[in-house]
């Protein structure tokens, strides 16, 4: 099951609207809690598929469920056209699922660690050198993992979901305590997966990771679905006004208030906010005023967009 030719059709079997994961109506109590209250949705063959949600929404336990590890209380889950409960090993060999750093045998290399997944989903450990190519970590093959950086035990995490070339890869907040640049970088690696034609469904707090890099996000708030789109139709859909920045010593609100297209005009510290739904006429206005040089422009994120769904006030801490 492994080799180049076998992973690319791994990768790219199946129709492109295929669909690789149904849900209807997941329910998932613990108790008292309502941990999945009634979730359907479906992820297509070669998704970049986000789940976002506020902690205790009840991302983990949809994507175990999905996974196979947990069973729903009512509902029915399709994964690669078959059901995951009773556990299903013949999905197994076709899903990958991202070990938490935090799972590692520290004191192994991470060429032993590899050894050892791969010896457990009965893979030819010749995967081992192709995995750690796949992720940049050849050099680091007769590394310790407790003397490798943050970043690079997150692409061996990475590693260790790739080695049996499962065509669904399911990661876990895959960037969740890396510095800026190791983020791009592991975003790099999680593209190059996405282009080969695999479906990952990722479950991340990143909002500009899920902008970055998913087709389809959904968003989980108290067990239930809150969206489902692109981000950018969440993004759009908010209608959310552009804000414009300018210096608040050159232009006052009442000013700002005059010019045609303006909403609303606010000072905040230094700036004064100009809220537009007509950002290019109020900036056309703007530049007959003042430097355009001196006028920033902030459109909404699908931080804006999340933050709204999930019951929280629209701010822009920027
Ligand atoms: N094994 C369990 N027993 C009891 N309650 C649980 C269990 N697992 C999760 N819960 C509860 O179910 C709800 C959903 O939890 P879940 O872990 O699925 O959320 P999450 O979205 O993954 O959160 P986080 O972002 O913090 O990881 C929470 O209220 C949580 O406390």
Same mark, same amino acid.
């Given at each position: 099951?492994? =080799?180049?030719?076998?992973?690319?059709?791994?990768?790219?079997?199946? $129709?492109?609207? #295929?669909?690789?994961?149904?849900?209807?109506?997941?329910?998932?109590?613990? =108790?008292?809690?309502?941990?999945?209250?009634?979730? $359907? @949705? $479906?992820?297509?063959?070669?998704?970049?598929?986000?789940? /976002?949600?506020?902690?205790?929404?009840? %991302?983990?336990?949809?994507?175990?469920?999905?996974?196979?590890?947990?069973?729903?209380? $009512?509902?029915? *889950?399709?994964?690669?056209?078959?059901?995951?409960?009773?556990?299903?090993? !013949?999905?197994?060999?076709?899903?990958?699922?991202?070990?938490?750093?935090?799972?590692?045998? !520290?004191?192994?290399?991470?060429?032993?660690?590899?050894?050892?997944?791969?010896?457990?989903?009965?893979?030819?450990?010749?995967? *081992?050198?192709?995995? @750690?190519?796949?992720?940049?970590?050849?050099? %680091?093959?007769?590394?310790?993992?407790?003397? &490798?950086?943050?970043?690079?035990?997150?692409?061996?995490?990475?590693?260790?979901?790739?080695?049996? #070339?499962?065509?669904?890869?399911?990661?876990?907040?895959?960037? !969740?305590?890396?510095?800026?640049?190791?983020?791009?970088?592991?975003?790099?690696?999680?593209?190059? &997966?996405?282009? #080969?034609?695999?479906?990952?469904?990722?479950?991340?707090?990143? /909002?500009? #990771?899920?902008?970055? /890099?998913?087709?389809?996000?959904?968003?989980?708030?108290?067990?239930?679905?809150?969206?489902?789109?692109?981000?950018?139709? /969440?993004?759009?859909?908010?209608?959310?006004?552009?804000?414009?920045?300018?210096?608040?010593?050159?232009?006052?609100?009442?000013?700002?208030? !005059?010019?045609?297209?303006?909403?609303?005009?606010?000072?905040?510290?230094?700036?004064?906010?100009?809220?537009?739904?007509?950002?290019?006429?109020?900036?056309?206005?703007?530049?007959?005023?003042?430097?355009?040089?001196?006028?920033? *422009?902030?459109?909404?994120?699908?931080?804006?967009?999340?933050?709204?769904?999930?019951?929280?006030?629209?701010?822009?801490?920027?």
């Amino acid at each position: 099951m492994s =080799g180049p030719d076998s992973q690319t059709e791994a990768a790219h079997g199946g $129709s492109a609207t #295929e669909t690789v994961i149904v849900l209807e109506r997941l329910t998932k109590r613990y =108790g008292e809690v309502t941990a999945l209250d009634g979730v $359907s @949705l $479906s992820v297509r063959r070669g998704e970049f598929f986000g789940i /976002l949600g506020p902690n205790g929404a009840g %991302k983990t336990t949809l994507v175990e469920i999905v996974e196979g590890m947990r069973q729903a209380d $009512s509902g029915t *889950v399709t994964l690669l056209g078959r059901s995951p409960w009773p556990r299903d090993t !013949a999905l197994l060999a076709r899903i990958g699922v991202q070990t938490q750093a935090s799972a590692f045998f !520290a004191r192994l290399t991470a060429g032993e660690h590899l050894r050892t997944v791969a010896a457990l989903y009965r893979t030819d450990p010749a995967t *081992v050198g192709t995995a @750690l190519k796949r992720v940049g970590l050849t050099e %680091k093959e007769n590394a310790r993992i407790d003397h &490798l950086s943050g970043g690079q035990r997150q692409r061996l995490a990475v590693a260790t979901a790739l080695l049996h #070339e499962p065509e669904l890869i399911f990661l876990d907040e895959p960037t !969740a305590a890396l510095d800026p640049e190791a983020r791009r970088e592991l975003w790099g690696l999680l593209r190059s &997966l996405r282009s #080969e034609g695999r479906t990952i469904v990722c479950t991340t707090h990143h /909002l500009d #990771e899920a902008e970055a /890099l998913c087709d389809r996000v959904a968003i989980i708030a108290d067990g239930r679905l809150a969206a489902l789109d692109t981000p950018r139709n /969440l993004i759009r859909s908010l209608a959310a006004p552009a804000r414009l920045l300018v210096p608040a010593a050159r232009l006052t609100p009442e000013a700002a208030l !005059a010019l045609d297209g303006v909403d609303r005009a606010t000072v905040e510290g230094d700036d004064l906010v100009i809220e537009t739904s007509a950002a290019n006429r109020v900036l056309t206005h703007l530049g007959d005023l003042m430097d355009i040089e001196d006028v920033t *422009v902030r459109t909404a994120t699908l931080e804006d967009a999340y933050l709204a769904l999930t019951g929280n006030r629209t701010e822009h801490h920027r």
